[in-house]
């Protein structure tokens, strides 16, 4: 059983930054693909960024590449999310997600096994 735990969400000036972490539970942390998604409402879940359980590769959406940052520490069981250049469209429910099948990045929810419980990101403009 894996359980993740998002922090760092909050309220933010369009142009602003957040930097989101998760927190991963279980030893084999660092064999998972890690995702970050986002959902507003009346939307579907869209994946956001992934990265590899090495860190080695990173994958982005079109509408945050330049702009987020998603990177991973192995040894502390955390992925992060560095987000910048924030747009009031960015407004959306953030959640961390892993999947412990995943070779490659994988961009649909359906690829990952668990989730966090989501943290609340809020651009005004």
């Known amino acids: 059983q894996v359980q993740l735990v998002e922090s760092g969400g909050g309220l933010v000036q369009a142009g602003g930054s957040l930097r989101l972490s998760c927190a991963a539970s279980g030893r084999s942390f660092r064999s998972y693909v890690m995702g970050w998604f986002r959902q507003s409402p009346g939307k579907e879940r869209e994946f956001v960024a992934g990265i590899t359980w090495s860190g080695g590769r990173t994958y982005y959406v079109d509408a945050v590449k330049g702009r987020y940052t998603i990177s991973r520490d192995n040894a502390k069981n955390t992925v992060s999310l560095q987000m910048n250049s924030l747009k009031p469209e960015d407004t959306a429910v953030y959640y961390c997600?892993?999947?412990?099948?995943?070779?490659?990045?994988?961009?649909?929810?359906?690829?990952?096994?668990?989730w966090g419980q989501g943290t609340q990101v809020t651009v005004s403009s």
């Open positions: 997600a892993a999947s412990t099948m995943a070779v490659v990045v994988a961009t649909t929810p359906g690829s990952y096994d668990y």
